[in-house]
């Protein structure tokens, strides 16, 4: 596994694929597995509860108590995204906060077994800055934020950024 962090590459063949990964609305993590042709690794940089986000996440998300967390993607071929997630603590499903306090599986994979839906969120710059000072290398232009909306409310907010590792430069 390396953990090699290189931007989104800014060239007109991979623009589509970038197109393709900004909008879907499916498992990012298993995206990212297929593309990789490799395994796939959590590395957990961060995760605190915590009373204190940004007012972007407290608007999208509502509660008092969130979980944040910092993660990374990576493979043989590097960084393939890096993530950064606030749970409602109030709304998680039984058994998931904790497995996510395991910190041995992308968000992804947890969530494969619950009825979830993906929705698009506006993106926040403080969200944005508490990322890069995690990871470093901000790249606006290749990244998202959604929320993840369960039958009892919206419970994630996510920013991401997809990087260089998911393809062959």
């Given amino acids: 596994m390396s953990m090699e962090r290189r931007t989104f590459p800014d060239r007109a063949e991979y623009r589509l694929l970038l197109k393709v990964l900004l909008t879907q609305d499916g498992s990012t993590t298993r995206i990212c597995e297929v593309l990789s042709g490799t395994p796939v690794n959590v590395i957990v940089h961060r995760q605190v509860r915590t009373n204190e986000v940004p007012g972007a996440v407290r608007r999208q998300l509502g509660g008092e108590r969130w979980l944040e967390r910092v993660t990374s993607l990576c493979s043989d071929a590097g960084v393939l995204m890096d993530n950064l997630s ?77 990087r260089g590792g998911l393809v062959r430069a």
């Fill in 86 to 162: 606030y749970t409602r603590l109030d709304t998680v499903p039984d058994g998931f906060l904790g497995e996510l306090d395991q910190g041995v599986a992308p968000i992804g994979h947890l969530l494969k077994r619950l009825y979830v839906r993906r929705v698009p969120a506006q993106a926040d710059a403080d969200v944005e800055a508490r990322l890069w000072d995690v990871v470093g290398l901000p790249d606006a232009t290749a990244s998202r934020a959604y929320r993840i909306l369960a039958p009892q409310g919206p419970f994630i907010y996510i920013f991401e950024t997809f």
